[in-house]
């Protein structure tokens, strides 16, 4: 066994900004300063005995809590509820020095809350040891990604939910409960995808697999003019490639004609197990994070989690995004791609008003190929952990049980507040065109307008996913307006009316 703690571990205090009584009030932003609250305070326990003292002082004061990864969402799941706002106070809690880590001879690895992928990663590969799959880049904390189904793409692999196979967690009352593959199966389908309303994690354990290599290529294709021929080609290269993602179409603004245009020609990124370890340089340059250019063709060899993941410094886009992500079954890839693609294209009337003069600036633009509109197909590994937007449990008997993502980023001239509330209001009009036609459930941590209704009919089994969070959360101390409205958590409703 190999384990870690933090070198400074116990010498940090837990800070608690205090206000007048006293706290001192905490404003809160996500990555992109378009989503925030200002919280009574904010918590950061020195260690887990400091975080159950603080959670048991708040019961009895019904404290809304809301455990924060690092806030790279573009919805309101890490939003608190505004101090003032309604009778309690409201804290935002990071898990930040829960930095233990203990890997065992079985490659599982039992670590705090506290550890971000950027910091997890490495520390796994010196130890030679890797995770199944991660998203495009490493900047969220393990937790915060698990736990909303951060996925990266792979017919046969999976988010990184299913890499858990036990989990310590806090419920509002003060109380650890340990949850396990191995005892409480059924619980860890539950819990793997808590969207911080099932309690806070304070402790995750993964199983992790023997470090390997993967040659990543990059190649640009043309794609038809014909959206419907475009969208079967897409398909094509999904049955083809296991480990894909397609970037591309584009949709551009033409200022003289003042409508949008359809950019066909696609970036297929692919990944192979290879036996080269001879240049491990996949970090340098990747276009799926914004960061690296994508009108190229070029290879590169990596291990297996930065030939897929890029670090924090790869977020090099710093203007404003609306992006949603749907997952929906493969078999309806095509149709669907055609779609949506098709519904964006037409909304040029709709956007005259707002394109002004100031398109984003070099510098500013990180990679991306379009001022405008963007479009990603990924693919993954569907499961059955109960919230998870690749669950399988409304799926008919001959699904193949593999879903594709369409990932929508509309991206307005920089800092431009007026177009980005129109795409976020034209990115809600998605689910209730395409939702139930294509079975569509959208990104936990992206932005997410269904209601109770629909959550019912992706996720089948949120009635006992609610009980859970009832026993867990009796006072709604882990509940935000977004949380109660779009999971229908009707008892705590009264809280933000
Ligand atoms: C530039 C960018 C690229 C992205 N790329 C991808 C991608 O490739 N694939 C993909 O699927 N997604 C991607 N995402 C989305 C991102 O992975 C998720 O939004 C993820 O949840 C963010 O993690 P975080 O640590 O910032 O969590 P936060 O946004 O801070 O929190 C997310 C949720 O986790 C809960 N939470 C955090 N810590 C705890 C805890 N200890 N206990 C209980 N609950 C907790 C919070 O309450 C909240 O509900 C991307 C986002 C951005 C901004």
Redesign the pocket.
Known sequence: MVGFSSSLGTAFLSLLALNGLGALAHRWFN?QFDITCEATGYFVPGNEADLVEFVRTQYPQKTLL?????????GN??TCVNDGESNRDSYILS?TNLKHLEIFENKTVTFG?GWDLIDLIPTLEENGLQVANL???M???Y???A??????TGKQHQNLANQIIGLRVLNAKGDIHIISQEHTPDLLKAHRI???AL????EVTLQAEPLSFLKRTSKVVEGPQDITKLYEMIAEYGDKYEQVNIIGPNLDWNVTTEELVPRTSLTLVYWEETDYTGAPNCSVDFCA?DCGRCDRDYVCYDYNNYAIATPPAG?CYRGFMGQF?HFFPIENLAEAGRDYFNYALSQSDRMKPYQLDNPIEEGLHGGYLSDDVTVITRFIKGDDNWLSPVNKDNLPANASGIFATLEYSWIPSYNNYTLQWFYQDLLKEFIPVFGEKYNVRP?W??MLFNNETYASTIYPKINSWLDIQEQMDPHCQFVNEFLAESLGIERCMSLFQ
């Open positions: 990555w809301k455990p924060v990864g690092n806030g790279h969402g573009f799941l890490t898990l809350g998203g495009s880049e900047v969220q904390n937790i915060g990604a736990t909303t189904g951060t996925h990266g808590g969207i911080g309690g806070i994690v304070v994070n977020i992500e990104h941590n992206k």
